[in-house]
DNA sequence: CTCCAATCTTGTCAGTGTCAAGACTAGGGC
DNA sequence: GCCCTAGTCTTGACACTGACAAGATTGGAG
């Protein structure tokens, strides 16, 4: 650990994850992040340069740890599936600003991005024919869609807690023939 | 008509789904809100007691929006689908404040909320048995999950347009057999 | 005409994001 | 050993925001 405080910067960004996850982008505070690392108000500034920045450092990071988490799962789509949402589940504040565009910049998060898009269509393509129907792009699209939607709705509160434990049964029912 | 302004509530509302869906909730300002109607910058105060309650006063404005829009699409569940993405695309602030508990007193709109989960049930009652699958509780679960993943994936940009443009084949691909 | 309740204004306060300027520290070149 | 540069953090300031209190304005009921 460096000077005053060495990783400033990893902290700020695991306390702006925590923080979020509690109670939203919205209520973030800059000064609040400072207070809870014991460094002054403008230390942020530093490493972020402001606001916008260290939201998407946190957009970042979610992108790798989803490529991470979706290529770990492996070439099945139905892991990738359950990967995609346990990613969701463990990582809320991470999810939650990868999918809100106006929270950050966009121009700044590239290279991360196509690695999660990467490999969530690698998995797809490891699929069998018959099971993509006749246009494998829309299953696709039906794919992320179910599965995006179900971490949505289930961090939302709107899912009961026992459909939330085992996602499975619910994806299946998108390949079921 | 009545006093200075007349529908202050009124254009507050709208104003704020302008904003919001400009630039987001967490950029959301009162002040900006009185400027924009005309009006002091205390003056949002007093018909919503403070920006939780004028987030609320949103959230609830959709849920009913939403309950109307479910019922107007009549009984067939593809058509709710479709009603429910049209809804989201049509009405994104309300559609995001919605799903985002952090931002509005949830306890406030209880009523509102059971109108559009009736609406949304009435739906599902209404298909054949055999497209239910063996249980038509999780089929639910994954219907409202693809339509509700559809929505807040096309609001954030992640689908083409000409996918967006009509999203019944997608859909219908958790249905067909 | 009076009075009242609803609506809006003015003034103020603590808290926030951002910028500019300066202080401190670590580590390498001499 | 010493300096000096780059990186890191602090201090101070400013405009903006949400919220509160107190007062002004208005339309309408009686």
């Given at each position: ?19 979020i996850a509690e ?131 289930a961090l939302a ?21």
């Amino acid at each position: 650990m460096g000077y005053h405080h060495g990783d400033l910067r990893r902290t700020l960004l695991a306390t702006a994850a925590e923080a979020i996850a509690e109670t939203g982008p919205a209520a973030l505070s800059l000064r609040d992040l400072a207070r809870r690392a014991g460094v002054s108000h403008a230390a942020p500034a530093h490493h972020f340069g402001d606001k916008l920045g260290l939201l998407t450092a946190l957009a970042i990071e979610g992108y790798e740890l989803l490529a991470e988490a979706l290529t770990a799962a492996g070439g099945d789509i139905l892991d990738a599936g359950v990967a995609y949402i346990r990613f969701a589940m463990a990582h809320p504040a991470h999810f939650e600003v990868m999918f809100h565009p106006t929270l950050y910049r966009e121009d700044e998060i590239g290279p991360a991005r196509d690695a999660s898009a990467a490999a969530l269509q690698a998995g797809l393509a490891n699929r069998p024919a018959p099971e993509l129907g006749p246009d494998p792009q829309l299953t696709g699209y039906a794919a992320w869609s179910i599965v995006h939607g179900f971490a949505t709705l289930a961090l939302a509160g709107n899912l009961p807690p026992e459909v939330v434990a085992d996602p499975r049964p619910v994806i299946r029912l998108l390949f079921a023939k």
